[in-house]
């Protein structure tokens, strides 16, 4: 059964950085569909970026965090990646990787079928 832990989150200041990491076990991360979502309070879980299984990995992102954040991953130490560049105030969320059996893996959280823990950003103004 494939677990996924996220890290990497923390407080920063507009117009910073950070990289999220999901270290995956039980399961490749290469092998299928991969996305990242976020949850403000009160709010749903939102898309936010996705890769899909395979070689090439296309990419895909949600409007807002276009230019700005790049997903990626690693199969050599089977962790997914989020760069998150020129972080606004508006980016502070709860930061979810998930794996979807969709080898493309899209804007649907639906389509996920599992989850990490979440991992808090904070971006202060």
């Known amino acids: 059964q494939v677990q996924l832990v996220e890290s990497g989150g923390g407080l920063v200041q507009a117009g910073g950085s950070l990289r999220l990491s999901c270290a995956a076990s039980?399961?490749?991360?290469?092998?299928?569909?991969m996305g990242w979502f976020r949850q403000m309070p009160g709010k749903e879980r939102d898309f936010v970026a996705a890769?899909?299984?395979?070689?090439?990995?296309?990419?895909d992102y949600a409007e807002p965090v276009k230019a700005r954040f790049t997903v990626s991953r690693d199969t050599t130490k089977n962790t997914l990646y989020l760069q998150m560049n020129s972080l606004k105030p508006e980016d502070t969320a709860v930061y979810y990787c998930?794996?979807?059996?969709?080898?493309?893996?899209?804007?649907?959280?639906?389509?996920?079928?599992?989850w990490g823990q979440g991992t808090q950003v904070t971006v202060s103004s």
């Open positions: 998930a794996r979807t059996s969709n080898p493309y893996g899209g804007r649907l959280a639906s389509a996920y079928d599992t």
């Open positions: 039980g399961g490749s991360v290469g092998t299928y569909g």
């Open positions: 890769i899909s299984r395979g070689g090439i990995g296309i990419t």
